[in-house]
DNA sequence: GATGGATGTTAATCTAGTTTAACCTTCTTT
DNA sequence: AAAGAAGGTTAAACTAGATTAACATCCATC
């Protein structure tokens, strides 16, 4: 187990003393999932937060007509939950699945009150991470509205080129919002250009 | 003034002592407004978190063909900001302007820190709003991937009635991501059909 | 009460992206 | 090396929603 990168990405916000390391590592766990494995499940409650030590993740929701949408990729220092059904305890809209074999640190449901009352500094971490995510959730719904789909997937080749290499064609599609075929012939379109 | 609404929103997140209180009111400031001024403009840093007494805004962003796409309306007990810009201090990338005359309680850029370090507990407040805002923001994301245009006005005035009675349709149009003309064709399709 | 600006509607034409369906290419696994 | 799965491509027919343009309505205010 290895949660240097945790305690590397923790420290990129806020301080913790030796003795907060060590409450923080004893009321989260290390856990590895193999390619394919469920972290959540859509209908079942979300139990951690979890933070990606290596692999990659997809979350996705499968919509009344059963068609999967990706909403969002999780690779290392980023994190993969639905944090929706987690906050309120709630049956998940989301599945969590890995796409690689894939090591988490997970932060428990449970633990998480008494986690912020032992280490307050916890407070602004989980505030200054939540404040990047929001924005960039934000942004993406207005390129969802004010981008076509070939400026939309040069944009996310730009901004993530490693989950490009990572992830399947066809899941990169339904990040956009198009279907695979359409990206094909974007794809096409984007050679016979240069 | 009345920041009445505000300390009672706050109430439900945490509870402040009156000397708290005190503090919090010190550092920020009330601000009235008149239908049609812009709070934040494109461009400029944005220097206030704004929170709602009374009135309704929008945001907005305009893209490089010129056009405006409506990110959020905001009305009483909610926000209003230029969240990105006002965190990194860089121009902003969206618009906030009066829909109707509104008053604001602001959180000033350069008291933040004093504000967080005299209040530790409005970073669990910020926090748990955060939380709330991001998980429907990922929400907003699938909805328009996987609904048509018809099944997000519907699920639009199910969800905010108000804001539906108060703005022009079409900015809400323009929420939705879609001509103003398209959802006059809706809204005549829905009294057909009843 | 007329003028103008902001908002809303209708209808014809057009297009970005979907659907369907067939086929191709690689890995895995046996 | 054969046989599937899983992923990717191509092309024709189709559709949700955009565009354009003309007209209608509701006001505020001179």
New binding site residues.
């Given amino acids: 187990m290895n949660a240097e990168s945790l305690l590397h990405y923790i420290s990129q916000h806020i301080h913790l003393t030796g003795e907060e390391i060590d409450i923080l590592l004893s009321l989260t766990k290390y856990r590895k999932y193999l390619k394919g494995q469920f972290v959540v499940q859509q209908g079942d409650v979300c139990q951690y937060e979890s933070f990606v030590l290596s692999g990659c993740l997809k979350t996705f929701y499968i919509d009344k007509e059963g068609q999967e949408h990706v909403v969002m990729f999780s690779v290392e220092d980023w994190w993969a939950s639905d944090l929706g059904s987690f906050l309120t305890h709630t049956p998940a809209d989301y599945n969590v699945q890995c796409l690689e074999n894939t090591e988490l640190f997970q932060f428990p449901y449970d633990k998480m009150e008494l986690l912020y009352a032992k280490i307050p500094k916890l407070e602004r971490f989980f505030r200054i991470i939540l404040q990047k995510a929001f924005v960039a959730s934000q942004k993406r719904i207005v390129q969802n509205f004010s981008l076509?789909?070939?400026e939309r997937y040069l944009q996310f080749k730009q901004q993530y080129p490693q989950i490009e290499q990572r992830v399947?064609?066809?899941l990169i599609a339904s990040y956009l919002?198009?279907?695979?075929?359409?990206?094909?012939?974007i794809?096409?379109q984007l050679i016979l250009e240069q």
Same sequence: chains 1, 2.
């Fill in positions: 076509t789909a070939k399947p064609q066809y919002g198009i279907t695979k075929e359409f990206l094909s012939k794809r096409n």
